[in-house]
């Protein structure tokens, strides 16, 4: 959650090295409608498969992600095509915010032939190549040592292209966790290490399984470059992303950042959430909404005028009431595909 | 032409041969350089791991193909993977296949599980090089067979080659295999000596080699075990028993067609394996007997393996862990009523 400022920007590590460029909040109006478009899609997304799952239209585990919009979408705005990022069991607005087709992840999580992957990764495993989404993972911890993995490649290969790993405070008590910073920081990998700290892993509180405050200063043991950013603010969120890619970027190196957020919802659809209060959820939820807060601001300095949000609203909301008819219309695959795609040969 | 090299200097020649043909071949571990690249202290090719299987290689291809990793064995294991699938094509070492325990969430969940999880969009084109097995007196920690673990999960290959020659040959195919590869090296097996072809060739996954044949039993080995196999056969020779001698080499994929087609002319099967005897490559093959070539048996399949504890120090008592040709020649005698 947002307490405990104390530790200010890149205080456990190198100062940025990134030039004087445009910041990443000075939006033009068709910017700003992306952001909005990009955070609301998320949201519809998630608020539909809340509805679908409790209807028992939908089958599988789902982790939704509702709350964090500001993450995702700050992050990989700052990104490129050729740039690669991983998620975690909570995917679906990393997958969104990457350009992935919504479409094409409804199909999967319906257990479509047309999904994504034909039916056989459904939530958790989410992945589009194609778009440099590296995949979501069912292993907490596990898309680190992946994204390093992606950054040598960029690396080795002299790409010019950055990872970024994205993940929650629980994976910082990882060992792949600190493994992975620890191998991104003597490397000197095109890394960015994106924790999302929504004070929960799973029902436990982070304060009852994890002795620091700010993750960020985890960065401090690999003499790696960390921030902390509102999580609830693209701005805020945008701006410390893009000093850190710039970072990766020119080769300096990789960088932890953090972003304090909250989770709307429980840790999966159905869980009873008893182990937070009602009103600490609806405090984040009234006061602290990104998409509310991006609205503000963009609406106050004249950048976007409300009625033209309202119209994207509804064209969100279509988009996705029609990838739900479109997936609940799709086919099932085949039955022999059960034994397909375990080998490229063999 | 071939010369003769030890089963570490042909994995060394298969890794120069590998990333001299493909600049995407890294190779990464602990000690593949072995504090190599420290230009300013004149040290430029150190220790090239333990038993110098990746000696040159630095100096040859540089640090940015060649990397010494951190005592870090799951977040290496997983940057290859992370590193096949966004491609590269990585080796990399894992010094000992005990050290899995610490490191097998890439293995397990992710290099095996990608290419299928996202519908075929994957590729993971990863090579593990490990050493197996014992008769080093590396006690319980250094010593394991642990072949079965990985030849159990779908998505992963393993192999074991027994000889120089195979060992390049095998481990060139291993790194050009699309698939991740598990690619076995057997401790007790680095200083054999061999004929080894020069230059650029193959061995194919999932083809077995007979290394003797007999038509009176069939003897099934892995890697070291091969060896045991064949001193049995030799043995058992002299008492006018003719054995055919199988080499696995590849455990998944199987060829289980040279089993069942060695069954056919034998009648009589053992499998030799140092692995314990509990959801081993033994047991399995004597499954696929029983499942595939019940009508073939003349006698029941006999398994050599090493008793169901952990590796023990004690020269003594490791000589009696592993499987002997004593061993493998009581259990034919059993089988052919001598």
């Known amino acids: ?346 | 032409m071939a010369r003769v090299l030890s089963y570490a200097m042909a994995i060394n020649e298969a890794l120069h041969i590998a990333m001299a043909a493909d600049p995407d071949v890294i190779v990464l571990g602990e000690d593949v350089a072995g504090g190599g690249g420290r230009e300013d202290q004149g040290i430029v090719d150190a220790w090239g791991g333990p038993m110098g299987a990746t000696r040159g290689l630095i100096t040859a291809f540089g640090a940015g193909r060649v990397r010494d990793t951190p005592i870090s064995e799951m977040g290496f294991l997983g940057a290859g993977v992370g590193a096949a699938a966004t491609g590269l094509r990585p080796v990399v070492e894992l010094m000992f296949i005990d050290f899995l325990g610490v490191a097998l969430d890439p293995l397990l969940n992710q290099a095996s599980k990608l290419r299928y999880m996202f519908g075929g969009k994957a590729r993971v084109p990863l090579t593990v090089r490990t050493n197996v097995g014992g008769g080093n007196r590396a006690a319980a920690q250094h010593s394991q067979a642990l072949y079965a673990m990985t030849t159990a999960i779908p998505g992963l290959k393993t192999v074991f080659p027994s000889t120089p020659a195979d060992a390049k040959g095998l481990l060139l195919a291993s790194i050009r295999d699309d698939d991740p590869v598990v690619f076995c090296e057997g401790k007790s097996l680095m200083f054999l000596e061999g004929e080894v072809p020069e230059g650029d060739y193959e061995v194919p996954l999932g083809k077995a080699a007979i290394r003797r044949e007999g038509s009176d039993v069939t003897l099934v080995g892995i890697g070291r075990t091969v060896h045991t196999a064949l001193a049995a056969a030799a043995a058992l020779a002299e008492d006018g028993v003719q054995a055919t001698v199988i080499d696995l080499r590849s455990l998944y994929p199987r060829d289980d067609e040279a089993i069942l087609s060695s069954l056919a002319k034998t009648g009589r099967l053992v499998v030799v394996d140092e692995a314990p005897p509990h959801c081993g490559i033994a047991s399995d093959v004597a499954a696929l007997c029983v499942d595939r070539g019940f009508d073939l048996l003349d006698a029941p399949v006999k398994l050599v393996t090493a008793p169901h504890t952990p590796v023990p120090f004690s020269p003594v008592l490791e000589d009696a862990y592993l499987p002997t040709p004593e061993r493998v020649v009581a259990a034919v005698r059993e089988q052919v009523g001598l």
């Open chain 1, 1 to 346: 959650m947002a307490e405990g400022r104390a530790v200010g920007p890149a205080s456990a590590g190198r100062e940025a090295g990134a030039g004087r460029r445009r910041s990443p909040s000075e939006l033009s109006r068709e910017e700003a409608h992306d952001v909005y478009r990009g955070m609301r899609t998320i949201r519809v997304f998630e608020e539909t498969l809340d509805r679908l799952v409790k209807a028992g239209r939908l089958p599988g585990f789902l982790h939704l992600y509702s709350g964090q919009e500001a993450v995702a979408v700050g992050v990989c705005r700052q990104l490129v095509d050729g740039d690669v990022v991983s998620s975690t069991h909570r995917g679906h607005g990393h997958c969104i915010a990457k350009g992935v087709d919504i479409g094409g992840m409804m199909a999967e999580l319906f257990g479509r032939a047309t999904g994504l992957c034909k039916g056989k990764g459904g939530s958790m495993h989410i992945a589009d190549l194609e778009r440099g989404m590296l995949g979501a993972n069912g292993i907490v911890g596990a898309n680190m040592p992946l994204t390093v993995g992606a950054a040598l490649t960029a690396q080795v290969k002299g790409t010019g292209g950055v990872a970024v790993a994205f993940f929650g405070d629980g994976a910082t008590n990882q060992g792949q966790f600190h493994e992975a910073l620890n191998l991104a920081s003597i490397w000197k990998l095109p890394a960015l290490f994106v924790v999302e700290n929504n004070g929960y892993g799973e029902a436990t509180p982070m304060e009852h399984v994890t002795p620091v405050r700010d993750l960020s200063v985890r960065a401090g043991s690999y003499a790696m470059a960390a921030d902390i950013a509102d999580g609830m603010d693209y701005f805020d969120v945008a701006e410390k992303a893009a000093v850190a890619v710039a970072r990766a970027r020119a080769g300096e190196g990789p960088t932890l950042l953090e972003c304090k957020t909250y989770r709307y919802h429980g840790h999966y659809v159905g869980d009873p959430v008893t182990y937070r209060t009602a009103e600490e959820t609806t405090m984040w939820r009234t006061t602290r909404d990104p998409l509310m807060l991006f609205e503000k601001r963009a609406v106050a300095t004249m950048l976007v005028e409300e009625p033209s949000l309202r119209r994207i609203d509804r064209e969100i909301s279509a988009a996705v009431d029609a990838a739900v008819e479109a997936a609940e219309k799709a086919p099932f695959p085949d039955i022999s595909s059960v034994l397909t795609d375990v080998y490229v040969r063999g």
